[in-house]
């Protein structure tokens, strides 16, 4: 079996899919790789790294593609997953980061063209899928890079300082959703030495919160359910959100630095800051928006772009994770690996197995159909029969 490692097309997109560590690793099971020219270099990884490691070194995309069996990309999103179906052929296997849920149209013709696909994001939640959670690894890696981010951005330093000249007090951080992001991004807070508190509308995670170092912040707010499927929060109605946001008004006016990292798979991020909300902030305060691309949890934030506001610095950083491109396609690289090894059988080929719950949420597209459930709900195709099937491919 062949598998393909073709360069990143985005403009802003810097990692790299499998490393040469993993290249290496998987060689040893039978498996031959082809890397194309330059792929790796952005990331840090030279042509002769994945040489050495056992990679063939292709000049261009057209050659990953006709030659692969599988072929492992980063970034799919949007637009470039059209252009890379145009490549593709029948009984491939495409594996990236796709964002299923936002446009699934898009996977129409892959299907078609006979393409098996799997997208990273639609891994379950579930521990023995944990190796292969991609959102979680780059969510850690946001985390970090949003406190780095900020405090480059700040007026004011993280930790107190006693000095001759005068003393310092500590900075002020305050993040808003304990996801993956959240904890990491208090968790690097706390040990720069600011003084961190977050807020989750998920009453799981307070003791979270505090596990980091953090002090969790509590309104008094009443919602039915707030936590959803795979551990987010759960979308809430307008009202709850008001309520919310003129609790929340106080305690934002005291921060200096605001980390907002709340996220709904396939729906726009909920505005959890207005601008009336910002008018009431500190001159000089940071808001780093995680949810920038998902419309931002600032009614102010735009996309890949730094503004002032009121005095505010808002920042929607676009792919934040990328500016981190060596360890995040470390961490990227061996969530693929997992997978390919939970794929693999003894003969080094991979095989589709569709009692299995992992491949049952994380295949969207097999066999000329649409498979995944949430998927065919979105585009309004009748449900699935599903009979058991094991697919071998060579």
Known sequence: MR??????????????????????????KGITFSVQHGAGLAAGFSDQEYQEAGAEIKPSADDIYQQSDVLVRVNLSGAMLNQTAAALQNKQLLIGMMDPLAEPERFLDLAEKGVSSIAMELIPRISRAQSMD???????????????????????????MMTAAGNLSPARVFIMGAGVAGLQAAATAKRMGAVVEAYDVRPAAREQIISVGAKPIELELEAETTEGQGGYAKEQDESFLQRQRELMTAVLSQQDIVITTAAIPGAKSPVLITAAMVAQMKRGAVIVDLASERGGNCELTQHGKVIVEHGVTIIGPDNITSTVAQHASQMYGNNIENLLNHLLNDQGHYELDFDDEILQEAVVTHAGDILNTRMREKLNLPPLVRESLLEEVA
């Open 134 to 160: 991609v959102l979680s690894s780059m969510a850690t890696i946001a985390g970090y890079k949003s406190v780095v981010l900020a405090a480059s951005a700040s007026q004011r330093i993280y930790p107190m």
């Open 3 to 28: 598998i393909g490692i073709a360069k990143e097309t985005s403009e802003n997109e810097s990692r790299v899919a499998l490393t040469p560590e993993n290249v290496a690793r998987l060689s040893e």
